[in-house]
């Protein structure tokens, strides 16, 4: 066994909770011509080195991650976005062995797909940065503070997108402030929403 294997092998061992079913998910995966590799500390399946599928664990379930799924046919109307703002990844979610074991054939189809959307080139369109909603909370204390402005688009697209997100998803213009207020320090400090 490699050391991907291995990893794989660990990760699984590791499971408390779900880890039949993700050995059964191994198992379908590996059956599907695709290449094992271990990334971002989770089983992920290749294709000439590009990611097709990640194995992931939840509380709830576990699932099969296709980081271009939005690309993806989807006749048995297994994939689900991982949330309302997902661009691109979507799931298929499992929460017992009956679910996995009646969906084998699905799974492999859905891998076969995910192997052709990545062979033909196709690339998500992503929604650029400023597409995404600002609040009038935030633009408001954007366009009064020069310094907060530079610092906001200084930092990477993907860490303004969290920060807009964040901002927009409050409903009450008292928690949106709010949000703002206890964002600014880490703008200032260059950090993004989950920076540690």
């Known amino acids: 066994m490699n050391d991907k294997g291995s990893k794989v092998e660990a990760y699984i061992e590791s499971q408390s909770v779900w880890r039949t079913e993700i050995q059964a998910l191994r198992n379908i995966l590996l059956s599907c011509d695709v290449e094992e590799d271990f990334k971002w500390k989770h089983p992920c399946y290749t294709d000439k080195g590009k990611n097709l599928v990640i ?43 009956v679910e996995i074991e009646s969906r084998k054939d699905a799974i492999a189809a859905c891998v076969a797909e995910a192997v052709r959307v990545e062979r033909s080139g196709e690339k998500v369109s992503y929604k650029k940065t400023e597409d995404f909603e600002v609040a009038p909370e935030f633009q408001e204390v954007l366009d009064r503070d020069e310094s907060l402005r530079e610092a906001f688009f200084s930092l990477t697209p993907g860490r303004q997108r969290a920060y807009l997100l964040h901002f927009s998803g409050a409903k009450q213009s008292a928690t949106r402030t709010s949000r703002v207020e206890n964002c600014i320090p880490r703008i200032l400090d260059g950090l993004g929403l989950n920076d540690r």
Request: some cysteine; overall charge negative; proline content about 7%.
């Open 55 to 97: 194995i992931q664990d939840f509380k709830e379930y576990c699932a099969l991650l296709f980081p271009k799924g939005v690309l993806m046919r989807d006749p048995d109307n297994l994939l689900v976005p991982l949330s309302e703002n997902a661009q691109a990844d979507k799931q298929i979610r499992f929460s017992n062995m």
